[in-house]
């Protein structure tokens, strides 16, 4: 299955409910009210690196694509909370980021490692880096 | 070997599942002696300073884990046990010569520290009731002496290790908080100092010289003299 | 006035400069910030999956340690706990909200943390911006006795200090405290486009590129408003914003380095305390010139790294 952002067009196998509905009692949001107005994705300020936008992410997971969780995007994002706080349907999509990013760590599979951090900014970071960082990107 | 019919009161114990009635007062590792297991891991000074003897064990009708060392831990009624003989661990390389007491250098050799979550489950695990939460969290906030102070009685045991949700291995960064304190904050003893000086300086090689000299009944004679009779 | 006061790790290391010159500027206003006894490291983040309440406990076992400070008689029932640190801001007034609002959670905390007293709710979590904006910017220009006069700062929020709505201390969109609280010291506030927009945060660590990429769109924005230095209150953007520009240089060699301040520090200069607790030698990019160009600081104002 392929993703295809820039044609907008978006090739999409059958539904995993299971999934679909994993992510949101995860997530606690509603994500069946997003109308795809696109405020998420204008305002994220990390979506010009990300390979699918939030806006495209959340209808991703509305039609149960399990795909979305191969993504970078849901590692991109950086908890800034600037899309919850504008959405006019009142969803969290950092929470959604996060529930996903969970149900790929919940399998134990680290997706920083920890080795493989370069000495010298072991050195520089500052302890709220690598704790933020570990606490959202390690299992 | 147990005496059928002793009348030594006993309790029962379950090694590895299977029970077994041992006499009150043993410690575990005597018990399980007894029983007639042979220590050849997970055994060493016996003493509660090593660290080797590791024990997991439940009691029965308690859902709660509990930990302890078999050596020092005497065995009560329903224990079900098991032996940790090591507890995987890396140590990092470093040389402590080439090291900085600086604040971040334990999360540097060390960075899983920064997954504590304050959960408080490695000082509920420790033998010796050392603070362990509190000196990962000192070693966080990057107060060398405050580790070096709070894991002094640490030994080891490697129950905490095993027992961190977040995989932290609570003894090795304060053996490097140890070291560096001992190497580069300690306050250095001023009368060692002196006392190297004066050894250096030769001022007891004479004194040396004169015992190195003497017979053993001179020796003794000579140990056993007073102050008084040493002064004269 | 006497508070509990939160540090947070880096507020200990890389970050003292922010502390020193928060409890001076403090002390200067007659507010002492208490430091909680046995504190440990919040998180930094607020979990956003609360099924797993393991990442509570720490917030949570830092608001057990205010109960106690008033229990041993370190405070007189003063409930408000104090952060300098946006993001332990973030981390201990959520965790707070949740336990508070979901009594079942809060016993199941309590419950596993069974070598603590149980937490009863009662604490309620403040930023030092907040305490600042109670006391009154009147009350803090009255103290200003070395105006920053001249000075084109522009003020950073980030994000942790205003969103979500509800846990912000200001509006989310156009914020205004650090500007009210600028211009009492007698800067010249630079109004910043990009003063809400997040400086990468966690990404540091593992994709530091994009950080400094969105680090150099924050700085140069200001900058091209005329701007001289900036301000702000979360050590994590301070070094996305100061320590980075290391990086920024790398990817757009033009990019003129530019001082990055904790408001505090500014605070403290603005009262002229004494030059130890301005902690300017923490910062990574030299702040001095600008400051003596300006005639705020003298010429013999230490600076080492």
């Known amino acids: 299955m392929t993703l295809l952002l ?41 979506a010009s690196e990300m390979d699918i936008l939030p806006s495209t992410l959340i209808r991703l997971v509305q039609l149960g694509q399990t795909e979305v969780l191969e993504s970078e995007t849901i590692w991109l994002c950086s908890s800034c909370f600037t899309c919850s706080v504008r959405c006019p349907r009142g969803i969290d999509i950092a929470k959604v980021a996060e529930a996903l990013r969970q149900m790929k760590l919940r399998k134990d599979v680290d997706y920083v490692h920890l080795n493989k951090i370069p000495k010298d900014e072991r050195e520089r970071l500052p302890q709220i880096a690598l704790v933020s960082n570990f606490r959202k990107f390690t299992a | 070997m147990s005496e059928e019919g002793s009348s030594t009161p006993k309790v029962r114990i379950y090694v590895m599942g299977k029970e077994y009635k041992v ?14 297991y042979r220590f050849i891991r997970g055994c060493g000074c016996r003493g509660g300073f090593c660290g080797a003897c590791a024990t997991v064990y439940r009691i029965k009708g308690d859902y709660k884990l509990k930990m302890d060392l078999a050596c020092q831990k005497v065995v ?17 390389v470093y040389d402590i010569k080439k090291l900085k007491p600086s604040g971040n250098v334990l999360l540097e050799y060390y960075p899983e520290l920064a997954k504590c ?17 509190d000196f990962v969290q000192a070693a966080i906030k990057g107060d060398i002496k405050e580790v070096a102070e709070l894991s002094f009685d640490c030994i080891q045991c490697g129950l905490c290790a095993i027992r961190c949700p977040m995989g932290i291995v609570p003894y090795y960064p304060a053996l490097l908080a140890r070291r560096l304190y ?3 904050i300690a306050p250095r003893s001023k009368h060692l100092r002196e006392r190297i000086k004066e050894i250096e300086e030769g001022k007891f090689d004479a004194e040396m010289e004169r015992y190195t000299r003497m017979t053993v009944e001179e020796l003794k004679k000579e140990y056993l003299r007073t102050r008084e009779e040493i002064e004269q | 006035m006497r508070f509990p006061y939160y540090p947070g790790c880096t507020l200990k290391t890389t970050a003292k400069n922010f502390e020193i010159s928060a409890i001076a500027s403090a002390r200067a206003l007659g507010i002492e910030l208490v430091e909680l006894p046995r504190w440990n490291c ?9 099924d797993n309440l393991m990442s509570y406990l720490a917030p949570i076992r830092n608001l057990i340690r205010v109960q106690e400070m008033n229990e041993k008689g370190i405070l007189e029932n003063e409930y408000r706990l104090v952060t300098l640190c946006d993001m332990c801001y973030n981390t201990l007034k959520r965790a707070n909200l949740l336990v508070k609002e979901d009594p079942e959670k809060l016993e199941k905390i309590n419950t596993f943390m069974d070598r603590e007293e149980d937490y009863k709710g009662n604490v309620e979590v403040l930023h030092f911006l907040e305490v600042l904006r109670d006391v009154g910017f009147k009350k803090v220009e009255e103290k200003v006795k070395n105006p920053l006069k001249g000075l084109k700062i522009a003020p950073y929020y980030g994000c942790m200090i205003l969103r979500p709505r509800g846990i912000g201390i200001d509006d989310p969109e156009d ?30 660590v593992n994709r530091k590129y994009v950080v400094a990429e969105l680090a150099h769109d924050i700085l140069s924005h200001a900058v091209r408003e005329g701007a001289e230095a900036i301000a702000l209150s979360c050590p994590l953007c301070s070094f996305n914003l100061d320590d980075r520009q290391k990086e920024v240089k790398e990817l757009h060699p ?27 030698n923490l910062n990574y990019v030299d702040p001095r010139p600008l400051l003596k160009n300006k005639k705020i600081i003298k010429d013999s104002t230490p600076y080492w790294r």
């Open chain 3, 254 to 280: 033009n990019f003129r380095e530019i001082p990055v301040f904790y408001f505090t520090q500014l605070m403290a200069i603005a009262f002229g305390l004494e030059e130890k607790s301005y902690g300017l």
């Open chain 2, 23 to 36: 006499p009150i007062g043993l410690t575990i590792m005597k018990a399980m002696e007894y029983i007639g």
């Open chain 2, 76 to 92: 009560e009624d329903g224990m079900y046990l098991v032996q940790i003989p090591f507890a995987p661990a890396e140590k990092k």
């Open chain 3, 175 to 204: 914020p205004k405290i650090l500007k009210e609280l600028l211009e009492a010291l007698g800067a010249e506030v630079v109004d910043n486009p990009y003063k809400v927009r997040c400086c990468g945060s966690y990404q540091t």
């Open chain 2, 182 to 184: 001992g190497r580069y």
């Open chain 2, 117 to 133: 979550v304050s959960c408080n489950t490695c000082t509920k695990a420790c033998p010796q009731d050392l603070e362990v939460m």
């Open chain 1, 6 to 46: 820039s044609s907008r067009t978006l090739r999409i196998s059958e539904m995993d409910r299971r999934f679909y509905e994993k992510v949101r009692d995860l997530s606690g949001e509603e994500i069946d009210l997003c109308y795809q107005c696109g405020i998420c994705s204008g305002s994220c300020p990390m």
């Open chain 3, 42 to 50: 919040c998180g930094a983040v607020y979990s956003l999956v609360s």
